[in-house]
């Protein structure tokens, strides 16, 4: 009888792999009715996995700085793809009033209001409280598909979520300058060096021009090739879906080029690609594989996440930052977004609900890391404790509450959430 010998690490990876897949697949539905969601069950995963006394690697992001930063970028821009490719509101300034209310007063309120918190109670420089504070303040554009709005074309499109896609959309390139100012910070602040003339002119109004332009004429070249050009040649004859992957990769890729800010050409891209033909079924196409690589995408993270969450990412955490963290999702987000809305004409739920929803996740370590892979930062350990510390908090917070408060937004407009949405009149 041959003797059993341990399967080749090549051979693990495959069957991992092919197990990863078909919980992609299945775990939506499975979850479909219960209060909890994926990324929940990911994390679980990936704690149980990096327990096993076999199993001894630590996927701590401070022992893998550049890989995190990666992998993490990789996984927010497909995101921001398949959230501009399914929104199906017209661009327009009333249309979207209630992005710009998120996004103009809700972000910026909240940043100030969390560097001012990290600065006086952990201790921390200015501009390393500021990191912390652009790092945490954008809302995730990966973890918060349960209160996305649906596929293109289906309706499921209300004002909660609807706002909270939009915003998630454009508020992860909107962080970044105030990224950039904490590593300006870090330089001009010890030397004195100016600094203010440099963020506004470069940082903020070169960069968000830049990756909005950037982002609307790569948006409009795919959508000519896809659905202008004649019907022998035109992509979406092709009923390949990964023409989508292919702009999101270009739209990035450029303008990270010419430094401007690739998450918001991303996102600006993926909206004009879906005005150059709002209504053909190609979009489907190209929304369903963007899904599909996005979710295993954040499967793997939320897996090494889980499993940096045992390997000790948390072991510089105290009450102090539990303290903070609690504060950042239960006080800061509510009432900055609360702020943001005032006046805004929806009901005192749906207002409640944007305001909850402040979702943690990806965006937040993708910062991060940006942040300390280009400043000094001698609390990088910390600092790393407080984001997971956040980012587990907002997953199980929101993971959890999610279904019932979204089912009784749906009953309240009169939809069943069983049957679907109704289509959205605005």
């Not at 990324?39 to 149980?48: D, E, H, K, N, S």
């Not at 921001?80 to 399914?86: Q, R, S, T, V």
């Not at 909107?174 to 003339?197: E, M, R």
């Not at 929101?398 to 069943?416: E, F």
Request: glycine content about 10%; proline content about 6%.
């Amino acid at each position: 009888m041959p003797s059993f010998t341990p399967p080749e690490p090549y051979i693990m990876i495959m069957t991992g792999a092919g197990l990863l897949i078909a919980l992609v697949a299945w775990l939506p539905l499975a979850l479909k009715r219960l209060p909890l969601s994926l990324p929940i069950v990911c994390i679980g995963l990936g704690a149980g996995l990096f327990l096993l006394p076999q199993v001894s690697l630590r996927p701590l992001p401070m022992l893998h700085p550049h890989i995190t930063e990666r992998f993490a970028e990789f996984v927010v821009i497909v995101a921001l793809m398949g959230a501009g490719l399914k929104i199906d509101r017209v661009f327009g300034l009333r249309r979207w009033a209630v992005t710009w209310r998120l996004l103009a007063v809700t972000m910026p309120l909240g940043i100030l209001l969390i560097t001012v918190l990290a600065r006086f109670t952990l201790d921390l420089s200015w501009a390393v409280a500021l990191l912390l504070a652009a790092s945490l303040a954008p809302t995730d554009p990966v973890l918060a598909s349960d209160v996305q709005v649906g596929p293109p074309k289906t309706g499921d499109e209300d004002e909660v979520r609807f706002g909270l896609t939009s915003e998630a959309g454009l508020n992860d390139g909107a962080a970044f300058p105030f990224v950039h100012l904490a590593v300006l910070l870090a330089v001009a602040l010890p030397t004195g060096k100016p600094w203010l003339g440099e963020w506004l002119s470069y940082r903020v109004l070169w960069e968000i021009g830049g990756g909005v332009l950037g982002g609307w004429v790569v948006g409009r070249i795919f959508g000519w090739l896809t659905f202008r050009v004649p019907a022998e040649t035109k992509l979406a004859k092709t009923g390949d879906g990964l023409i989508a992957l292919s702009a999101t990769f270009v739209s990035y890729g450029l303008t990270e080029m010419v430094h401007v800010y690739g998450f918001l050409s991303v996102f600006v891209t993926a909206l004009t690609f879906r005005h150059a033909h709002r209504d053909h079924d190609f979009q489907n196409d190209m929304h369903a594989i963007t899904e599909q690589i996005e979710r295993i995408a954040m499967m793997v993270l939320l897996i090494l996440f889980g499993g940096a969450l045992v390997s000790g990412l948390l072991a510089s955490v105290g009450w102090i930052e539990v303290a903070i963290a609690a504060t950042i999702l239960l006080v800061i987000r509510p009432l900055t977004g609360g702020l943001g809305l005032l006046g805004y004409p929806a009901d005192a739920q749906e207002k409640m609900t944007l305001a909850f929803f402040g979702i943690r996740g990806v965006g937040s370590i993708y910062y991060l890391a940006f942040g300390i892979n280009h400043m000094p930062v001698p609390e990088a350990e910390r600092l790393w404790g407080i984001v997971g510390l956040v980012v587990l908090f907002s997953i199980l917070l929101h993971g959890l509450t999610v279904t019932p408060i979204m089912r009784s937004l749906d009953r309240r407009r009169g939809v069943d959430p069983e049957a679907g949405h109704l289509p959205s009149d605005r």
